[in-house]
Every structure is written in structure tokens, then in C-alpha cells.
DNA sequence: ATTTTATGAGTACAGTCGTACTAACAAAGA
DNA sequence: TCTTTGTTAGTACGACTGTACTCATAAAAT
């Protein structure tokens, strides 16, 4: 009957929009007046889209995890590359890795305070708990894991390297892709491979 | 002549109640009434000790770094327990030190956005960078850091898993003393014995 | 006792916030 | 063509924000 229009493709642009205005102004720019703008829309049919601001904020979140995981289904590695490529997914080695990690300590920062909030940015959480495992198991069948370590404790450690590491780089303003960071990542890394 | 006071004490004051505020609210807790009010003291009080919300902000990074430090110069131990105490002053294992690593994630990732507070920011990452150093120094003083390996790699990857650890802790709601993630990080520093 | 200062409480201003409306308009299905 | 739906734009409300005042009071130094 009515003027049909795309709800998802709708959901989708007014988080992205959020996830931009996230980065450039923070939690606080993260308004209805003001995604709606950097949306190009009316903030009326923002609310339309998100009847409230959590609802907003947890969208966003998902949609974090869904680009990283779209973009990690994508990769056509194996090995060792596979394992590099995963990981620097996670990583602000550009300007769309670091628009998706500034959002996404955003708002992991304010689910410390916001108990709403706290079963989606756990969801991620899980999500990058996930990749370090799947790598950890990809370099085991490659051959570049060493038997006598453990998995479940290189796994907690590989984790917490990234977290350190995305936060080091989202700090510090970039992560160069040569650089002494990424550097330590690929050596811990080779490491692995040894007793 | 006049009513004098010590303006020390009170500034300490009215930041460490801006720590409290910021871990139970959060960023948009810290505001002028709050903070007076957490405070027990009178907003126009507050606005005497720190006209703006910049210097404010300012002052509770500064805060953070002298409390960890006191507690880490206060330390009567020696080696691999001093190390272990050292690097656990950076992480939530109590509710003191959770208190603090809240208020510094958040007005953190505050700075990311807001550049006037990001060399107070970096101030504070470099004291975590120093204390890492200074740990891996003991260690090798304690013979307990093979010389084969590479201080400073190892100094930035302990680093970067301190704060994954630290991350992990604040999102997971605690860090209990025994448990998996600080044994990660104790069997970290175990390996760094050998080769 | 007088002077000097910081306090507390209160008021004010111009913004922004989330949320909730209304009303006019545009487009697609019946 | 008519109906249904989603769109804009605009308004409104109460609450909060940072900042900037006033003013009477309490306390320390002279």
C-alpha cells in the first residue's frame, strides 16, 4: 500500500553516520539533532529508525562486529597471511579501522557506566575473543604453532596484546603499517611457532 | 591577612571526588554540580579551585598519576615480587585501583576527541611506559631476563598487554587476584627467564 | 577589633539534551 | 484516484550544561 522504503539500508546509514560522528566529537556528539544531520536526515525520522538513544547506541555496536566481520569473511589468505590480515582487522592501521575502534571504545567506555549498554559491548567483546582463537588454531594447523604451548593461555595473551596494542594506536593518533607496534604483533607472533 | 586554606588539599579533594564521580556516572557525570556535590562543597567553591572543566579534567589525569605513583614509591620489595607488585598497581584488582583505571579510560577516550586534554593524556601513557621499563630492568637485575632477548621489544609488548589486560578487567567487572588473567601475566614474566 | 579572604547559597543566561508532539508533503500500492 | 505510510519541518517541554555573577557569612591575620 504505502510508501515502502528500505528499513535496514535506513538503520544502517543513520549508524554509520553515528559511528563518523563518533569519532570526529565523541560520546557527547552523539545526539538525535546531531547524528541526524551527519545522516542528511531529519531528526524525526532518526527517531523514527531508533525510538531511543540506546537503542541507537547498541546498533551501533552490532554494527561494528558486523563490519569486521564482513570484511574478515572476505579475506582470501591462508596461513600465516590469514592470520596478519585477521588480526590487523582489529587494529587502526587506517582511517576505517580507526573510525570503527574510536566508536567502539566510545561506547565500550560509556557500558562501564551505562549497565544497559553492557550485554552489547560484551557481545564484541566475545566477538574479538572468537578471532583470537580462530587465528591461534589457523597458525596450529599451519604448522607455526608449537605443540608443547598452550592454547588457551597464548589465546588470553594474543587478546590482551591486541586490546594493548589497538589502544596504544588509537592514542598515539595512528598505527603505521611498518611500524614498531605492528612490529611487536608479528614478532610475538613468529614466536609462537617455537617451543 | 585573610581566611587562609590549603588549596592543595582542596583541589585534591574536589579531583579525587571527580574520580568517584567518573566511575560510578561516567563521563557526563563530571560536571560542574556533580563533582561540588560528590564534593560536599559549593559549585561556586569548585569553580575557585578550577575555573574551567578543562583545567578540571586536566587535574584528574594529573591525579591519577600521582596516586599510582605514590603507591608504586611506596613499595618495600624487591625482584620478581616487586615486579609483580608494580605492574598489578595498573591493573582493577581492587576497588581502589578500578576506581582509578576507570577515571583514566574515560577521560582517555575523552581525549581522543578532545584535543586540548590529549597531552595530559600522553603525560599519563608515558608514565605506564616507564613503569614497564623499570619492571623488565629489575627483572634483568634479579637475573630473572635472558640476555638473548630484546629489552626494548619486550618492553612494549608487556605494555600492550598490560592495557589488554587492564581492558579486559575493566569490561569483565573484576579481575580476581587468582584468576586466568593475571596468571596470563604472570606466566608472561615467567617466560621472559628464558630464552 | 578590623581587615582580608574564601566560603556557601542563590540567581541568571544562553545552550543543548532526550523525548514527544503537530502539520504539511511526497510517493507507492489498491 | 484514493489511501496508506514515511518523510520533512517545526514546536514544545523539562532538565541539564558551563560560565558568570551577587551577597551575606565565617574565619584567620593584623
Redesign the interface.
Known amino acids: 500500500m504505502p510508501r515502502r522504503i528500505d528499513a535496514e539500508a535506513r538503520t544502517a546509514a543513520i549508524a554509520e553516520a553515528s559511528l563518523r560522528v563518533l569519532?570526529?566529537?565523541?560520546?557527547?556528539?552523539l545526539s538525535v539533532r546531531g547524528v541526524a544531520a551527519e545522516a542528511g536526515i531529519a531528526a524525526a525520522s532518526l527517531r523514527r529508525a531508533f525510538a531511543t538513544q540506546h537503542a541507537l547506541r547498541e546498533f551501533c555496536l552490532q554494527l561494528i562486529e558486523d563490519r569486521v566481520t564482513a570484511r574478515i569473511a572476505a579475506l582470501e589468505l591462508t596461513d600465516r597471511a590469514l592470520v596478519d590480515a585477521l588480526l590487523l582487522q582489529l587494529l587502526p592501521i587506517d582511517k576505517e579501522r580507526r573510525l570503527e575502534l574510536?566508536a567502539h571504545?566510545?561506547l565500550?567506555?560509556?557500558?562501564?557506566?551505562?549497565s544497559a549498554l553492557r550485554p552489547a559491548?560484551?557481545r564484541l567483546?566475545e566477538g574479538v575473543d572468537r578471532v583470537c582463537h580462530v587465528a591461534l588454531r589457523i597458525l596450529a594447523e599451519a604448522g607455526q604453532f608449537h605443540p608443547s604451548r598452550d592454547p588457551e593461555?597464548e589465546a588470553?595473551?594474543l587478546?590482551?596484546?591486541?586490546?594493548?596494542?589497538a589502544?596504544?594506536g588509537?592514542?598515539?593518533g595512528e598505527l603505521p603499517e611498518g611500524g614498531?607496534?605492528l612490529?611487536?604483533l608479528s614478532?610475538?607472533l613468529d614466536e609462537l611457532a617455537g617451543p
Open positions: 569519532e570526529r566529537e565523541g560520546l557527547s556528539g574510536v571504545v566510545q565500550g567506555v560509556l557500558s562501564l557506566t551505562d559491548a560484551i567483546s593461555y588470553q595473551r587478546r590482551a596484546l591486541l586490546d594493548g596494542i589502544m596504544y588509537l592514542l598515539s614498531p607496534m612490529r611487536v614478532r610475538h
